[in-house]
Every structure is written in structure tokens, then in C-alpha cells.
Nanobody, 124 residues
Framework: QVQLVESGGGLVQPGGSLRLSCAAS????????IGWCRQAPGKEREGVSC????????YYADSLKGRFTISRDNAKNTVYLQMNSLKPEDTAIYYC?????????????????WGQGTQVTVSS
């Protein structure tokens, strides 16, 4: 059974950092694309970052380039999202998601397995 469990969210001041983790079980990440998405109150879910399983190529939403970094540890079947220089507008529930196949996409509709999400709040 495919399962994704996010952790690492919390309350942080503007300019601070957080590292989110997504532990996968029930499947091998080597065969799945994986991405991070977020959803702020009253807004649609949006893609944040993704990583392609075949070559580790990463992709980011334009507004987040240079501040967020996605990475994966295949041995631990875990994906990370390092978030630096956080802003109040980064406040949202952050989800990791997977989809079968070798693709690179920020479109949440490409993913069919989702974690429960972890809350990130950026506030002073």
C-alpha cells in the first residue's frame, strides 16, 4: 500500500528555514516521480517543486527558485524540501505526492498518491 508521511512543518519567523521530510512506504521511489505541492487557505493547490526519478533533475515554481531545494535519499526512500528565507506568503499546508512514471511536473493533477500534509506557518 502506497503511503506518504510528511513531517517537519511548524511555525517559523520570516527569514527563517524549515526542512520538510516525506517518508515513502509500500513502493519504491525509484519508479515514481515525486513532488511537493502546497495549499494556502482559500487558494488552489499549487506545485512547489518536483524531482524526476531517472536522473534526479529538479524543477521549481518560478517564485521559489533560489529559496527552496528538493532532494531525495533513495536508501531511506525519503524526499526532502529545504525551505530558506521563508516569507508569510509561504504559509500553507505542504503535501508530497507521487505519480507512476518518469516525469517532471508541477501540475498537481499528475500525481495520484498524496500524504496528509504538514502545516507551515510563517509569522512574526
Amino acid at each position: 500500500q502506497v503511503q506518504l508521511v510528511e513531517s517537519g512543518g511548524g511555525l517559523v519567523q520570516p527569514g527563517g528555514s524549515l526542512r520538510l521530510s516525506c517518508a515513502a512506504s509500500g513502493f519504491n521511489l525509484d519508479y515514481y516521480a515525486i513532488g511537493w505541492c502546497r495549499q494556502a487557505p482559500g487558494k488552489e493547490r499549487e506545485g512547489v517543486s518536483c524531482i524526476r526519478n531517472s536522473d534526479g533533475i529538479t524543477y521549481y515554481a518560478d517564485s521559489l527558485k533560489g529559496r527552496f531545494t528538493i532532494s531525495r535519499d533513495n536508501a531511506k526512500n525519503t524526499v526532502y524540501l529545504q525551505m530558506n528565507s521563508l516569507k508569510p506568503e509561504d504559509t500553507a499546508i505542504y503535501y508530497c505526492a507521487t505519480g507512476w512514471g518518469n516525469f517532471l511536473s508541477l501540475d498537481p493533477r499528475r500525481y495520484n498518491h498524496w500524504g496528509q500534509g504538514t502545516q507551515v506557518t510563517v509569522s512574526s
